[in-house]
């Protein structure tokens, strides 16, 4: 069945660090991915999709390619602020008849020091 | 920006009791899930609902799990019985026709 596969953590980076996480998935035909952020004591949030190969998906300076040849969807981010501290989730959904199921990779925590 | 909202924030029962938990998916959404994330894991796919049925459950969602829609704006999921393994945060979502899930903040249900 498909599967996300995100990198282990916690991560630890110091202000204004590069941030790389990576994913890869296992799915067949053209999944839709994502990445999710989850605040401490908050919700699972959407950060960034891909629909299709080579899309790239971008928010608040976070950046990820759709990379159909890698099966890979690694997230990136230039320079890291205190306030990115959060667990990341890695996802694919497919859409059956308008609805959405995610399978979400395990998440990884980053924390961001001044 | 609307937002799907969850009550209670916390949730503790004891072993063998019937928990509901509760959601207001964002008003103009067709479709609605529950997602659950034991500590430490994935945040797993319970079920998905639509037109006031199941679309889709997992093979967590057993006969112990059902989900309703009262009304117009709520969405319950309930669990009889609930077990020690049954402590997780519980999350439920909603989306449109074609678009992202829109999370709630959570439950964090503890069975003792």
């Known amino acids: 069945g498909d599967s996300v596969t995100q990198m282990e953590g916690p991560v630890t980076l110091s202000e204004e660090a590069f941030l790389t996480i990576n994913c890869t998935y296992t799915a067949t035909g053209y999944p839709s991915l994502f990445w999710y952020v989850q605040y401490p004591g908050e919700g699972l949030q959407l950060l960034l999709k891909?629909?299709?190969?080579?899309d790239k998906g971008s928010n608040k300076g976070f950046e990820a390619t759709y990379r159909k040849e890698t099966t890979s969807f690694h997230l990136e981010k230039g320079s890291v602020q205190v306030s990115d501290s959060a667990v990341y989730f890695c996802a694919l959904t497919r859409t059956q008849g308008g609805s959405e199921k995610l399978v979400f990779g395990k998440g990884t925590k980053l924390t961001v020091n001044p | 920006e609307p937002e799907v909202t969850q009550t209670p924030s916390h949730q503790v029962t004891q072993m063998g009791q019937e928990v509901i938990l509760r959601c207001v998916p964002i008003?103009?959404?067709?479709?609605f899930y529950w997602y659950r994330q034991i500590l430490g894991q994935k945040v797993e796919f319970l079920v998905s609902?639509?037109?006031?049925?199941?679309?889709?459950k997992s093979e967590i969602f057993d006969d112990q799990f059902s989900v309703e829609r009262p009304d117009g704006s709520n969405f319950t999921l309930k669990i009889r019985s609930t077990k020690l393994e049954d402590s997780a945060m519980y999350f439920c979502?909603?989306?449109?026709?074609?678009?992202?899930?829109?999370f709630g903040n959570g439950t964090r249900l503890t069975v003792t």
């Open positions: 008003s103009n959404h067709l479709y």
């Open positions: 979502a909603s989306s449109g026709e074609g678009s992202p899930l829109h």
């Open positions: 609902f639509y037109n006031n049925e199941i679309s889709e």
């Open positions: 891909a629909t299709k190969a080579d």
